[in-house]
């Protein structure tokens, strides 16, 4: 299958450090949560940056699947993305336990569940989530 679309965003200095993407468009400090040990400064982190990402990818699925069946997604549609992150039972690292929730008004709730489950089968995201997509990590 062909790459439609690449990008590239790099940190430094990690959890407590900076992203930026190749364009610069994205700039963010990072901060590490209270939660996880941090001072709780202003910023963002890695969880955050995921939900964004898999709620914006994911309410654009749910527009493509609705396109096919005709149904218009209204404008004020939400998906809410929560991503949570704690030590993995085997102590050998961590783990997310993402979640989506679709906010449809003026949608059927049965029209809305299907569109829902197509999407998640459509999405990006979701897809890596749930095969365990192979990763490349290399040594530059």
């Given at each position: ?6 990008t590239?965003a790099?940190?430094?200095g990690?959890?407590?450090g900076r992203?930026?993407?190749?364009n ?15 001072d ?6 890695p ?20 396109g ?15 991503v ?18 679709v906010n ?6 049965e029209?809305?569940?299907k ?10 995201y979701?897809h890596?989530?749930?095969?365990s997509t192979?990763i490349?990590a290399?040594?530059?």
């Amino acid at each position: 299958m062909p790459i439609l679309y690449t990008t590239k965003a790099s940190a430094t200095g990690g959890r407590a450090g900076r992203a930026v993407s190749e364009n610069g468009v994205l700039d963010v400090t990072l901060t590490v949560p209270k939660e996880l040990g941090g001072d709780g400064a202003t910023g963002t982190n890695p969880e955050q940056l995921f939900a964004a990402g898999y709620s914006a990818c994911f309410l654009g699925a749910l527009k493509f699947v609705a396109g096919k069946e005709k149904v218009k997604i209204p404008d004020d549609a939400t998906v809410t993305a929560t991503v949570g992150i704690g030590p993995r039972e085997d102590g050998t690292g961590f783990y997310i336990s993402p979640s989506i929730s679709v906010n449809l008004p003026g949608v059927d709730r049965e029209v809305g569940e299907k569109l829902v489950a197509a999407a998640h089968i459509v999405c990006p995201y979701s897809h890596a989530l749930r095969t365990s997509t192979e990763i490349s990590a290399t040594l530059a």
